[in-house]
């Protein structure tokens, strides 16, 4: 008796669990009603004016939560403060991932923290997504399977301005200023990458410095010394500051490309001197509040009603909060993609298969692609030259790649 | 040292011991840390506490221990256990070093100098001459050790067990150390060092050897803070490490071995639990569980545990007394 009915018992059981199996998978931190997402970000410390970046993206998530959530499920931001200390992201990755059980990591921001969890992230298969840094090393597939960076990365970046210098101007004897380091180096490859090396005789002369040094003055003048007519400005912003008005005080009258790391106009150009700053050109992928060209953009107001609502202690000029939003709406589209699957494998393959993101946040014609083999999501940068007052942006979108 | 004594160290041992088993990975990760910081701390105490010489850069001597352990594994192989001896080795000298010119500064001209000390490493570690060996900014990855001989162990917990044994060596070497001629030496100098010259001691010899073997502590516990963190940065010895250790050794007790430990716990536990408490303000939250700390135990929570126990035992006695006395008719 009790024998026959076990096919029925098994064919039950199977009806039961199948249809569950196929359509719903999770791995730790994801359940019918939340999905939990780890992070660390520096609330104290010195480079605590980055914190913002996490407080944005909090907010944002508790809007989406408001909403309905993704497919129904809330999500649960946990954030830890890491003092830019990489022990502590250490510690606090450890926390998120085996004690509170996070799904994945998202946003911890600074490449030395970044660097401290790579090979922990890698080795335990926990997705560590859109990290906010822009060293190239995060774009390795192959090597490190579960890190992605977001921002174009310094290679990219470097490799534009190559591209530019030589649309617009073929013969030009070029300087190049570079903070000796990880990330003036990246910045110095991916533009000699970009020159190509048949045209590498274009660089007539480089200077280096050491963030201990107090000036870059001396550099700056022998450089000038090589007779460039265009000067490559890798620099941190209290050193592009100096550059900008050591090149002005000599009367040097160069093509002046400033990196993106020192783009801002309060805490690069107004010390170096408005004045002096005009011509200045550098990249950006994100909408600035202040440009009057977004004055009426329905991506902006959107984003301002946002700070309003859900961060009103934040500055909404503030370019990091822009950026956090930004960021965060990537995140979410990864989710939305992921359905009811979320295994951490499934949320590295989804976010490796964003196919043309349009954020009306981004610059118009700048789409986040990323695929297996491609894990740098954000390429293309559109040029600004700076007028006195304000960016101008100028010419179409650039892209690094072809 | 007294037989109670010695059943309850034996009994806090076999807690310490049974202890990775009762807990997660990352707690053990969380206590394996503890036990680094308070090896750092006696170094500390050693200066500090038993000396009198105030030192506001020890994390100096923490980061150099850890990028002697580091560069030893990353660059030359060196098997993880044999950096420990190599980074005390290479601390102790140079703490010994800086020890001979800081013998004619007291106070806080002393305070002011292991302050520059603690500022200048972390930038002198970014040098590009030495970047080959120290990976500049970018700093090194190394790997964890895996327990070895197929110990049924997790990484972690075999780094705990290896941390314990390091922290249970150097804690009797400190007390052999303390308690006896070297020790009293010591205090004398902190209490009044003519008064100690006139007895005889080699003050300068003392002093210097008193900075030696801090910062071979300090260093030692730095090798295994890169061995359990597994990476080691500028940005990770900048000098507020200097001053959560000067908090550690005040909060645990000054001149205490055992207030080592619980400065340890305090400053690897609070800062978290000020972050849960208020992510906009945590390093308020400290503070005021600083101030609050020093008012009800301005002898450190070592000076607290004794007076406890000092009242306890003279409550004891007088029970007794009255129990004799009640008994006697």
Known sequence: MKLRLIPVAALLAAALAFPAAAQKKYDPGASDSEIK????????????????????????????????????????????????????????????????????????????????????????????????????????????????????NYQDEGKIYARHILETKPNAKIAVLYQNDDYGKDYLKGFKD????????????????????????????????????????????????????????????PVHYV???????????????????????TTSYLK???????????????????????????????SSNIFGYTVARTMEQVLRQCGDNLTRANVMKQAASIKNLKLDTLIPGIEINTGPQDYAPIQAVQLQRFNGQRYERFGKVLSSEH | MTRKNLVLLLVLLAVACVLPFLVTDYRTFQFTLVLIYAIALLGLNILTGYNGQISLGHGAFYAIGAYAAAILMDKFGVPYWLTIPAAGAVCLVAGFLFGLPALRLEGLYLALATFALGVTVPQLLKYHHVEQWTGGVQGIVIAKPEAPFGLPLSADQWL?????????????????????????????????????????????????????????YTGIAGALGAIAVQFVAPDSFNVFLSIVFLVGIVVGGLASISGAIYGALFIQFIPNFADEISKAAPWAIFGVLMIGFVYLMPTGVAGAIRMLRARWAARQTVSMKVKLKEETP
């Open chain 1, 37 to 152: 997402i780890g992070n660390t970000n520096p609330y104290s410390g010195p480079a605590s004016a980055y914190g913002t970046i996490g407080k944005s993206i909090a907010a944002y998530f508790r809007m989406l939560n408001e909403q309905g959530g993704i497919n129904g499920r809330k999500i649960n931001f946990v954030s830890y403060d890491d003092s830019y200390s990489p022990p502590k992201t250490v510690e606090m990755t450890r926390k998120l991932v085996e004690q509170d059980q996070v799904l994945f990591m998202f946003q911890p921001l600074g490449t030395p923290s970044n660097t401290a969890i790579h090979k922990y992230m890698n080795l335990k298969k926990v997705p560590q997504l859109f990290v906010a840094t822009g060293a190239t090393k995060w774009n390795d597939p192959k090597g490190f399977p579960w890190t992605m960076g977001w921002q174009p």
């Open chain 1, 194 to 253: 970009g020159l190509g090396a048949k045209n590498a005789k274009m660089i007539v002369a480089e200077a280096s410095y050491e963030v201990s040094e107090p000036t870059v003055d001396s550099q700056i003048v022998q450089l000038k010394a090589s007779g460039a007519d265009v000067l490559f400005n890798i620099a941190t912003p209290k050193f592009a500051a100096q550059a900008i008005r050591k090149v002005y005080d000599l009367g040097w009258k």
């Open chain 1, 259 to 281: 990196n993106n790391v020192s783009a801002s106009i309060g805490s690069v150009l107004t010390p170096a001197g408005l004045d002096k700053s005009v011509g200045v050109i």
């Open chain 1, 288 to 318: 600035d509040v202040l440009d009057p060209e977004w004055a009426n953009d329905p991506g902006v107001n959107k984003f301002k009603e946002f700070m309003k609502k859900y961060y009103p202690d934040g500055n909404v000029v503030d």
């Open chain 2, 160 to 216: 705990y067990y290896f941390t314990l044994a390091i922290t249970v060596v150097m804690f009797l070497f400190g007390w052999n150390l303390l308690r006896g001629r070297v020790g009293r030496a010591l205090v004398a100098i902190r209490d009044h060092h003519i008064a100690a010259e006139a007895m005889g001691i080699n003050n300068a010899l003392y002093k210097s050897l008193a900075f030696g073997v801090s910062a071979m």
